[in-house]
């Protein structure tokens, strides 16, 4: 590539970097439009029914071996779990992560597009040992499962 390319394809760039900069400045291009409307009450309940009924309209669930929820059985350290949900489930709209002994017991919502493998992982904070819940909405209806994690050290206050 010649210096000239190179100096082409940066111009280019830095053009329209400028110019998204003075769309948002000029109140062109609003965040709020693009990003998805952030579930405030829900993330605040200090407890899981609220944030439940808050997130996804209700608590009626069902418990379902067709979600894998994998979490190490023992966390040593609260402040760090990997969580991972996945299921088969066709139709899946959404994975929410629940650890109901944590200050806020809601801790992450994922929301599938149409023809999105319905997996999801993160990170958590747990306080104590409890059952990390998720529950997957897929057809309309709420499908839960769960899985113990041990933790030996607090993360979320220890």
């Known amino acids: 590539m010649s210096m000239n390319t190179k100096r082409r394809i940066f111009l280019k760039g830095s053009l329209a970097a400028g110019a998204a900069g003075v769309a948002l400045g000029a109140g062109l291009l609003k965040p709020q439009q693009v990003l998805a409307a952030w579930a405030k009450?829900?993330?605040d309940a200090?407890?899981?029914d609220a944030a439940m009924t808050a997130l996804?309209?209700?608590?009626?669930t069902t418990e379902s071996a067709e979600i894998e929820v994998k979490a190490p059985d023992i966390a040593e350290n609260g402040a760090v779990v990997p969580i991972t949900v996945s299921t088969q489930m066709q139709g899946v709209e959404s994975i929410t992560i629940l650890a109901p002994n944590n200050p806020a017991p809601l801790i992450a919502h994922f929301v599938m597009g149409p023809g999105c493998r319905p997996f999801a992982s993160t990170r958590i904070k747990m306080g104590s040992t409890a059952n990390v819940r998720a529950v997957v909405k897929a057809g309309g209806k709420m499908y839960t499962a769960a899985k113990e994690v041990k933790v030996t050290i607090g993360g979320c206050g220890g």
């Open 41 to 43: 009450e829900a993330f």
């Open 46 to 48: 200090k407890d899981k």
């Open 56 to 60: 996804l309209g209700g608590t009626a």
